[in-house]
């Protein structure tokens, strides 16, 4: 019961984060296996054509592999579903145990609302850029962590790492702004 409580305010939180009043984007398109679950799309390599492409053509699932992952856990393929007004890919480390904590990590690509309608979740907002220059924005509760990536003026990639100790969450999503921050479009 007690991991019921936990993880209930963060989710509760964190559907915060991927509603705003506009209307939703256009979700890209993903493959399906045989088994049903979702095949990311390859990722982009490193920011040849991200000025070229615009944040609606992006597929959360393609920013992350697993080979970039692997520090933080023993993580398989992404898993991919509409969010809100936004597009979501959904990374579970695999756990030796119940109790074992282990990174959840979640990419939402937010079409339509920018890095200012990020929601304060209780930790406050910080602000700073990421190295391509790009703003973000960094808020947290007791259950894990977002950052907001600015892209443009008016859309977003969260990134929000979540059911561990809120420090190593907090640094974990850091690690991997930093890893997607050239995978993304500047903005429009």
């Not at 990311?40 to 080979?67: M, R, W, Y």
């Not at 979640?106 to 406050?124: H, K, Y």
């Amino acid at each position: 019961m007690r991991r019921s409580v936990i993880v209930v305010p963060l989710f509760v939180g964190l559907m915060l984060v991927g509603c705003t009043a506009t209307e939703p984007g256009s979700a890209s398109s993903t493959t399906r296996n045989e088994g049903g679950s979702t095949v990311a799309a390859p990722p982009t390599s490193g920011n040849q054509d991200h000025e070229n492409q615009s944040i609606k053509q992006v597929d959360p699932c393609s920013l992350l592999v697993e080979s970039e992952l692997d520090r933080f856990g023993e993580f398989g393929q992404g898993e991919y579903r509409e969010y809100g007004t936004g597009r979501n890919c959904r990374w579970q480390a695999d756990r030796e145990g119940a109790s074992e904590q282990v990174p959840l990590v979640d990419l939402i690509v937010e079409d339509n609302a920018g890095i200012g309608l990020l929601p304060d979740l209780g930790g406050g907002r910080q602000t700073g850029s990421a190295g391509s220059g790009r703003s973000v924005v960094r808020t947290s509760n007791e259950d894990g962590c977002v950052v907001a990536m600015a892209v443009g003026e008016s859309a977003r990639v969260d990134v929000i790492v979540s059911m561990i100790e809120l420090d190593n969450a907090c640094s974990i999503a850091e690690e991997l702004v930093d890893i997607i921050d050239e995978k993304l479009p500047l903005g429009e």
